[in-house]
């Protein structure tokens, strides 16, 4: 059965500095998401990509947040200068066009020192 | 604006007993998905089912059964016999349909279910 991958599966880093989340989704789906889980918390939606363009962005999402399909495989979240308060797991999903159903990753947890 | 009200936080059980979790939403929108997810101890998100907005029936699959019922804006999944494996968090979701493709999923809270052997 064909799944998500993300990497890394967790990524340390120093408050102040630019990580990159990468996710290879299924191949022939075509909206990609990524969410995030603060331990203990809810999931929560932080950006939908469509025909490589941003199609839906929460409150979250705000800027020094990014996205982009570098490669036609790839959808990478950036987020350009860590906080400690951005440490939580990070799940890329896609959507099967005919069934609406979401695929996650099995996430990515960051953590921010 | 959606909203997704999960408001068990926690639910303890023995083995074999039946359980429910419930889940009520509101969304202004005619059309829409919904959705519950297991996170099991391992932190994986693993599907469980999709409801459309336009389809009330209820579903069983082997010992889990859905009930939605759009009168109550309610979508409760019932676990029959449970057992250990089936501790995990229970998230229900809700989605818009935006035409084209799913909107993001707006979660609830989660139930931290626990069976106890």
């Known amino acids: 059965e064909p799944e998500v991958t993300q990497t890394p599966s967790h990524q340390v880093t120093q408050m102040g500095q630019e990580v990159i989340l990468r996710c290879v989704p299924i191949s022939n789906h075509l909206y990609f998401y990524w969410y995030r889980q603060i331990l203990g918390q809810k999931v929560e939606f932080l950006v939908s990509?469509?025909?490589?363009?941003?199609?839906?962005k929460s409150e979250i999402f705000d800027d020094q947040f990014s996205v982009e399909r570098p490669d036609g495989s790839n959808f990478t979240l950036k987020i350009r200068s860590t906080k400690l308060e951005d440490s939580a797991m990070y799940f890329c999903?896609?959507?099967?066009?005919?069934?609406?159903?979401?695929?996650f990753g099995p996430g990515t947890r960051l953590t921010v020192t | 604006a959606q909203k997704v009200t999960q408001a068990q936080t926690e639910i303890s059980v023995v083995e074999k007993e039946d359980v429910t979790l419930d889940c009520v939403y509101e969304t202004r929108d005619t059309t829409y998905y919904l959705f519950w997810y297991k996170q099991p101890p391992s932190g994986e998100l693993v599907f469980l089912i999709r409801r459309n907005s336009f389809d009330e029936q209820n579903e069983i699959s082997g010992r889990y059964s859905w009930n939605f019922q759009k009168s109550t804006s309610s979508f409760n999944f019932t676990i029959t016999a449970s057992q250990v494996v089936d501790s995990a968090v229970y998230f229900c979701a809700l989605s818009d349909y935006s035409g084209g493709g799913a909107d993001g999923l707006t979660f609830g809270k989660g139930t931290h279910l626990i069976i106890q052997p």
């Open positions: 990509f469509y025909n490589n363009e941003i199609s839906e």
């Open positions: 999903a896609t959507v099967d066009s005919s069934s609406y159903e979401q695929y």
